[in-house]
């Protein structure tokens, strides 16, 4: 495989809490335009590890580097969280986190890409080409009704998907999302994973969930992990064959999909 | 070196009233996340306690009992500083829960009233309270003299800490108000009463504040912003030590007392304000999260 | 309705500006029988101007600045040193001579120029404001963390404005000065007086103006993003430290001017404008008048001081401190909105729920 088609590179990633390993030695790599999926039990460390690729945890040891298109590599850890953004990197966090006292419309105008300096945020008007991105974006997710509404008003699961939609609208690179399925139905996950497939054409994404059903229908990749360790790697047939995957995680797994 | 010594004594005399004041502070912080303004007008409470307490032996005792009205004091200025936490909490500091910045202001609001009616009761000048024939004079080892008078402000303040000690760690009910702290919503599911809780941990950080007022009261006059003087001095020291634990604090008032006299002894005390201050914010360049670490999956609480 | 929610505040400050314009005529017609009242005036403008600033940070922002009043003596100070020196014809003061000086010190020489002393208003509460938030919001320190470094901080800058008492006349102040356009004391100075007045009036025009201006576009809505999920907005990709720092300066530099503003009408500057409970009670003000709208700050600027003057004289001066600690400590529990909250949220849902009522009553 070509080095130019790897995304993003996790190079032997420990972090230490306290004398508690939450990773130990995790390598992996993400290819450019697939669906990534990390799976594995409560405690296993998926949320630790996007939390050290965004730059919300500092590792102990290892590295993890970012493949932009078109230009040189860059090294994510050790950056600040707001230029790792900038670089192309976002993340959609568990709880869904959006700015509850303004407006759908302005949640989407402060994701934007670009323009994130004090200058630019004070003297420049947000351009009708934006706009109208922000407003095919939400039809997507099918919020463009409510664009005017308070962010705080909105339901849990509209909640996760405007802030899907920010994601979507700031076109990063790679997009990380830690379990956008948490508070949707069946109907809308299965929408979320079309969505996903769709958007894979103009960047890669990773993403935590537990909801196999999900995995089945949108994972190119799926890694596994196991308290802190990198289990095995390979498409989902692969893992949902593997005995030590069905032994550690999916036997137990049923509680999860609920 | 006898100056040395001799700021040793004042600056750990000196930590050991901010440790009481922000003792209650800490502890407040780190159950409610409330920070409680209107504290140092417990100080200035206990203080006055203590004022009022001599007044009633002089009047009305015979003179030689006289003496022992300081120990009256501590526990009538404790007794006091307790209930009127007690109301405070139940009244004004339940409804604010979680709100930090409020919290901060509305007790100001409290603080004002307070130092109003110290005003109107007592006065706008100062009284001064005499203290106990026994604390006159103090023990003299080489060239150094540790007077009395702050001999037995350590004392008491170790006394106090100790007792805190016991009632945090080694109590049922210290159990349970740590299990508050850490875990609200699940220490409430186990049964645990947490309101009362509160109350009751609010009110001992205010008795303990009033304590710290009669302390005061044996170190210079008292007057409706004493408690001021003393008040930031103790806020510095839980952002220095953290919340929720006794070591913490402890440490945090000390650097806090002993800073500002040493710097006082040598240069001024303008000087010494200020670079309490600096190491304040040079301590939070180090350690800007060390005071206490939320780990949660949202992101911002 | 929607047109009046939204330019509602804009009609309110305007007629409060009206109404301030009418104040030397009323004087001059007779309906006011004092020149104090303009002069008062004239500090209620200072006050709402440092009102605003305090607004932007604590209100749009979230950060709590309990230090406010050091700024707003910076700004003032510069003022009075510059107006000292018009008096004194750029000789030494009296309180230098006093403390053993035999010539005008350096830090006072750049006050002899009008346009210096000027930029100096803005410049030093900047300057100080930017060293300050700079260390702090750099490790992201904040909520109740930096209100209580910003009072210590203000405490700190007290003690040394006593101390160095040579060069500031320590507790006293710089007392005794006349205003940038001379003295406007007694009938003859009544038109420099107005004229004062008027330039006050603009700047708190200009100040309202630019800061509706910087809180209705995307800035506007960061500084809301920062108060409401901090975390969350450096997460998409805003370098929330240096937004932070940016507004505090604003702040800063607002508070300076109402401090410059306010000597002039004042007459004097003392260190007890920078102390802990003269910041907060500014806050007081803007938490009363309502926070996160910015004519809530100028509205609760005017009205406490407007009921303080009418209220503080004689025996009622004790009674205002409870009536104001009380105030304040109901409007934090239960009117989060102040004044501005109560009429803009609590009275049309008040209303509303009548209405139901009534519906339902009707239906049964």
């Given at each position: 495989?070509?080095?130019?088609?790897?995304?993003?590179?996790?190079?032997?990633?420990?972090?230490?809490?306290?004398?508690?390993?939450?990773?130990?030695?995790?390598?992996?790599?993400?290819?450019?335009?697939?669906?990534?999926?990390?799976?594995?039990?409560?405690?296993?460390?998926?949320?630790?590890?996007?939390?050290?690729?965004?730059?919300?945890?500092?590792?102990?040891?290892?590295?993890?580097?970012?493949?932009?298109?078109?230009?040189?590599?860059?090294?994510?850890?050790?950056?600040?969280?707001?230029?790792?953004?900038?670089?192309?990197?976002?993340?959609?966090?568990?709880?869904?986190?959006?700015?509850?006292?303004?407006?759908?419309?302005?949640?989407?105008?402060?994701?934007?890409?670009?323009?994130?300096?004090?200058?630019?945020?004070?003297?420049?008007?947000?351009?009708?080409?934006?706009?109208?991105?922000?407003?095919?974006?939400?039809?997507?997710?099918?919020?463009?009704?409510?664009?005017?509404?308070?962010?705080?008003?909105?339901?849990?699961?509209?909640?996760?998907?405007?802030?899907?939609?920010?994601?979507?609208?700031?076109?990063?690179?790679?997009?990380?999302?830690?379990e956008p399925a948490a508070g949707m139905g069946k109907p809308e996950t299965f929408k979320t994973g079309e969505i996903l497939k769709e958007i894979k054409k103009d960047c890669t994404i990773i993403v935590i969930e537990h909801d196999m059903d999900f995995v089945k229908q949108a994972a190119d990749i799926v890694t596994v992990l196991h308290e802190g360790k990198f289990l095995m790697e390979g498409n989902v047939n692969e893992v949902l064959a593997d005995k030590t995957v069905q032994a550690v995680y999916l036997g137990r797994g049923g509680e999860h999909d609920a | 070196m006898v100056q040395f010594i001799n700021s040793l004594f004042n600056g750990i005399s000196l930590s050991s009233i901010i440790l009481l004041t922000s003792l209650g502070l800490a502890i407040t912080f780190g159950l409610m996340r409330v920070i409680n303004m209107a504290h140092g007008e417990f100080l200035m409470i206990g203080a006055y306690m203590t004022y009022v307490v001599q007044q009633f032996f002089i009047h009305y005792l015979p003179e030689s009992v006289g003496d022992l009205y300081y120990i009256a004091a501590i526990p009538f200025a404790f007794g006091v500083t307790y209930l009127l936490g007690s109301l405070l909490e139940r009244f004004v500091i339940s409804h604010l829960y979680g709100r930090e910045i409020d919290s901060l202001l509305a007790t100001w609001g409290i603080?004002?009233?307070?130092?109003?009616?110290?005003?109107?009761?007592?006065?706008?000048?100062?009284?001064?309270?005499?203290?106990?024939?026994?604390?006159?004079?103090?023990?003299?080892?080489?060239?150094?003299?540790?007077?009395?008078?702050?001999?037995?402000i350590i004392l008491m303040v170790a006394v106090c800490m100790f007792f805190i000690w016991i009632i945090?760690?080694?109590?049922?009910?210290?159990?349970?108000?740590?299990?508050?702290?850490?875990?609200?919503?699940?220490?409430?599911?186990?049964?645990?009463?947490?309101?009362?809780?509160?109350?009751?941990?609010?009110?001992?950080?205010?008795?303990?504040?009033?304590?710290?007022?009669?302390?005061?009261?044996?170190?210079?006059?008292?007057?409706?912003?004493?408690?001021?003087?003393?008040?930031?001095?103790?806020?510095m020291a839980v952002v220095l030590g953290g919340v929720g634990k006794l070591l913490g604090t402890v440490l945090g008032s000390t650097i806090i007392g002993s800073a500002s006299i040493f710097t006082e002894n040598y240069t001024s005390s303008t000087i010494a304000k200020a670079i309490v201050l600096l190491i304040v914010i040079l301590f939070l360049q180090k350690r800007p999260q060390g005071l206490f670490v939320i780990k949660s999956r949202s992101l911002d609480e | 309705m929607k047109s009046l929610k939204k330019k509602g505040p804009d009609i309110c400050f305007a007629m409060i500006a009206a109404v301030l314009a009418c104040a030397p005529l009323m004087l001059n017609a007779g309906i006011l029988n004092s020149s104090s009242i303009v002069l008062f005036l004239g500090k209620c403008i200072a006050f709402a101007i440092v009102a605003i600033g305090i607004d932007l940070i604590w209100g749009y922002t979230g950060i709590l600045s309990l230090g406010h009043g050091l700024y707003f003596a910076l700004g003032g100070y510069c003022m009075a040193m510059y107006l000292k020196l018009q008096e004194t014809g750029g000789g030494i003061t009296d309180f230098m001579h006093i403390g053993g000086m035999t010539e005008l010190p350096l830090v006072w020489r750049p006050f002899n120029y009008f346009p210096v002393a000027l930029i100096l208003i803005i410049a030093v509460p900047g300057t100080v404001a930017y060293l300050i938030g700079y260390f702090i919001f750099r490790n992201r320190v904040k909520g109740v963390y930096f209100s209580i470094i910003s009072q210590a901080l203000t405490w700190a800058g007290y003690s040394i404005f006593i101390a160095l008492s040579p060069y500031t006349n320590g507790n006293v102040g710089i007392t005794e000065i006349k205003t940038i356009l001379g003295s406007i004391k007694g009938e003859a100075h009544k038109q420099a007086m107005f004229e004062l007045f008027y330039i006050s009036l603009a700047i708190l025009i200009v100040v309202y103006a630019a800061a509706r201006f910087l809180t209705s576009g995307k800035f506007g809505c960061l500084l809301v993003a920062i108060r409401d999920g901090e975390n969350r907005t450096y997460f998409s990709g805003y370098k929330v430290s240096a937004y932070k720092n940016f507004i505090y300066v604003v702040s800063a530099v607002t508070a300076g001017i109402a401090g410059a503003v306010f000597v002039n009408f004042n007459g004097s500057i003392t260190p007890s404008q920078m102390t802990i409970s003269y910041s907060i009670a500014m806050v007081i003000w803007v938490a009363i008048g309502g926070r996160g709208t910015i004519i809530g700050a100028v509205i609760g600027a005017f009205l406490i001081n407007l009921c303080e003057y009418n209220l503080s004289s004689g025996s009622m001066v004790e009674i205002w401190q409870y009536i104001i600690g009380a105030a304040f400590c109901i409007t934090i529990l239960f009117f989060k909105g102040g004044i501005v909250g109560i009429i803009t949220e609590q009275i049309p849902a008040v209303a509303e729920k009548l209405k139901n009522r009534k519906k339902k009553t009707k239906e049964a």
């Open positions: 495989m070509a080095v130019n088609d790897v995304a993003l590179e996790i190079n032997n990633i420990s972090v230490c809490f306290d004398g508690f390993y939450a990773l130990t030695d995790v390598r992996t790599r993400v290819m450019r335009n697939t669906v990534h999926f990390f799976i594995g039990p409560n405690g296993a460390g998926k949320t630790t590890l996007l939390d050290i690729i965004c730059a919300r945890t500092k590792p102990t040891a290892g590295t993890v580097i970012f493949h932009p298109k078109n230009r040189e590599p860059v090294r994510l850890t050790g950056m600040k969280e707001y230029k790792i953004v900038n670089e192309g990197v976002g993340r959609k966090f568990q709880v869904p986190s959006v700015f509850v006292n303004l407006s759908v419309e302005e949640n989407m105008i402060l994701a934007l890409k670009g323009h994130k300096g004090i200058f630019d945020s004070i003297f420049r008007k947000t351009t009708k080409e934006e706009l109208e991105c922000i407003h095919n974006t939400l039809k997507r997710v099918s919020l463009d009704g409510k664009s005017g509404e308070r962010a705080g008003s909105l339901a849990h699961g509209e909640k996760q998907w405007l802030e899907i939609a920010m994601q979507l609208v700031s076109k990063p690179e790679i997009i990380m999302l830690d | 603080s004002l009233i307070l130092q109003q009616a110290a005003r109107n009761i007592f006065g706008t000048q100062g009284v001064n309270v005499t203290a106990p024939s026994f604390l006159n004079g103090g023990v003299t080892i080489g060239k150094c003299t540790f007077s009395w008078n702050r001999l037995f945090m760690y080694r109590s049922n009910f210290g159990k349970q108000m740590r299990a508050v702290m850490q875990n609200r919503t699940m220490a409430q599911c186990m049964g645990i009463n947490s309101r009362k809780v509160d109350n009751i941990t609010f009110s001992i950080g205010s008795g303990l504040a009033g304590i710290a007022g009669c302390s005061v009261a044996l170190l210079g006059s008292i007057d409706s912003t004493v408690g001021q003087n003393y008040i930031v001095n103790s806020f | -």
